[in-house]
């Protein structure tokens, strides 16, 4: 059991700074994060089992974030003011924001997008969770 523990922690130990460095979103973000947590579940197997499914969930490829936030301000979508900080995880309130669908070229499927604080995110629909900041 203590090896499995010290080869996970060699591995977060690793890809921690990668998953620091790669917080933007992505597909680079999220197979950190995945490989992270499968290397914390189940060593290294679980590493990269994990890294392949986070890649697999990530959002806007960092590559085509400057294209999205563009395209985001050409569509004039009003910007939603939040009181707290804008960041991965926060949950938006249930009314007074408004959701809008990706365009098939950025190849995120299940999210919507919505602009808070003049900052474009992508958001889980049904838990109203921002699962990227589009910087």
Do not use: C
């Amino acid at each position: 059991m203590s090896k499995k523990f010290l080869i996970a922690s060699a591995v977060l130990a690793t890809l921690a700074p990668a998953a620091a460095f790669a917080q933007s979103g992505g597909a680079a973000a999220g197979a950190a994060t995945g490989a992270v947590g499968g290397a914390i579940v189940g060593g290294p197997v679980g590493a990269a089992v994990g890294g392949v499914t986070g890649a697999i969930v990530g959002g806007i490829a960092d590559q085509q974030q400057p294209e999205f936030r563009q395209y985001v301000t050409t569509q004039k979508v009003p910007s939603y003011t939040y009181r707290e900080e804008v960041r991965v995880g926060a949950v938006l309130p249930e009314s007074g924001v408004t959701y809008h669908e990706v365009p098939a070229e950025y190849k995120v499927k299940g999210y919507r997008y919505t602009v808070v604080n003049n900052t474009p995110v992508l958001v889980e629909p049904s838990s109203r969770k921002v699962v990227q900041v589009i910087r």
